[in-house]
């Protein structure tokens, strides 16, 4: 599971949530581990278990309500049961008033401790969706991702194969880069994984004898894409690398690979001399659209194949004798 700093998610976060740093600053380092935001109704009352480590815990009107009902100790009793594991940070939502004891113990245990005027559901809903995209599982791969007629599609295929000059072809037919040579791949839910562009590469291509190609500033704001779901697999193969004899024009089974553990759908092209390897990208994407309609071309002349040589058996069954 990946992690990232508090300091990083409040720099990230702070204006669309109004934050303030308050107290806590040397917390700044704490690890989120978890997309997962909670509020700690329970833990205030002395219910431990719902207190959980490297997260970051919200307290709402709910909460600000109940410490303004007990007396001073009492209060001082709640927020060291809220304090007593390994917290994230802590936000005071709602624009509600601090308590001195809640400053107090922040920056005791150096737990960052902000404010937000925004009311807790929404807030919460926001950084959720946030961390579910920074702490998502990740992986890096070498190819060129591109998003290809809507469709989120990374070419694969051995070095100096053609994947940046079919990616500068695809560019110029209005379709857009994501990633070059390095894409970063997260799980961002069960079935789905987001490709993004690593921040030193973002904008650049690299073609052989033309070197290194600004993609912006060459072809325009809409050339370019920072993150994409994964949708299709193109693994470019060189034609006199397969077989022919292996070759089944006609074979129905449809190939997928596996990336973080999400099944991936694939298609291998063979390059060759003559062959105009951006047009049949685009036709496969088109052929993809199709499949996921339940449209196959393979099964439907298979189909018609079988009728037409029944229709044939049946013409030349010799007639019985009379």
């Given amino acids: 599971m990946a992690q990232i700093s508090v300091a990083e998610v409040y720099k990230q976060t702070r204006l669309k949530l109004k934050l303030s740093w308050i107290a806590g600053l040397g917390g700044g380092s704490n690890p989120l581990t978890s997309e997962t935001v909670s509020k700690p109704s329970l833990a205030l009352i002395g219910h431990l278990n719902f207190v959980h480590p490297s997260r970051v815990q919200v307290l709402g009107c709910a909460e600000m309500d109940y410490l303004g009902t007990l007396q001073a100790d009492e209060i001082s009793q709640a927020i060291a049961n809220l304090f007593s594991t390994d917290l994230a940070a802590v936000i005071v939502a709602n624009g509600e008033k601090t308590p001195q004891s809640l400053l107090d113990a922040a920056n005791t245990h150096n737990t960052p401790l902000f404010t937000s005027p ?6 919460m809903n926001i950084l959720s969706h ?5 702490v998502a599982e990740s992986i890096s791969l070498h190819g060129v991702f591109m998003e290809v007629q809507g469709f989120g599609v990374l070419f694969k295929g051995h070095a100096a194969i053609g994947k940046s000059e079919l990616a500068l072809e695809l560019i110029s037919r209005g379709h857009r880069l994501v990633a070059d ?9 069960p079935e789905r994984v987001e490709g993004r562009c690593p921040e030193l590469l973002q904008d650049f ?7 290194i190609l600004n993609i912006r500033a060459l072809f325009g704001d809409n050339a370019v894409k920072p993150t994409k779901p994964l949708d299709l697999i193109i693994q470019l193969e060189m034609a006199d690398a397969q077989n022919p004899q292996e070759l089944n024009r006609l074979a129905i089974e449809l190939q997928h690979e596996d990336i973080l553990e999400v099944t991936i759908p694939k298609v291998t092209i063979p390059i060759a001399a003559g062959r105009n390897i951006a047009v049949l990208v ?6 993809h ?13 298979t189909h018609r194949q079988k009728l037409a040589m029944a229709k044939e058996a049946k013409n030349t069954k010799p007639k019985s004798a009379s």
């Fill in 118 to 123: 925004i009311r807790s559901p929404q807030l």
């Fill in 130 to 134: 946030y961390l579910a995209q920074a």
């Fill in 181 to 189: 040579d390095i894409v970063d791949f997260f799980r961002i839910s």
């Fill in 205 to 211: 291509l690299e073609v052989r004898g033309l070197g």
């Fill in 282 to 287: 685009e036709v496969a994407i088109r052929n």
């Fill in 289 to 301: 659209i199709l499949l996921l309609r339940g449209v196959n071309a393979t099964k439907q002349f």
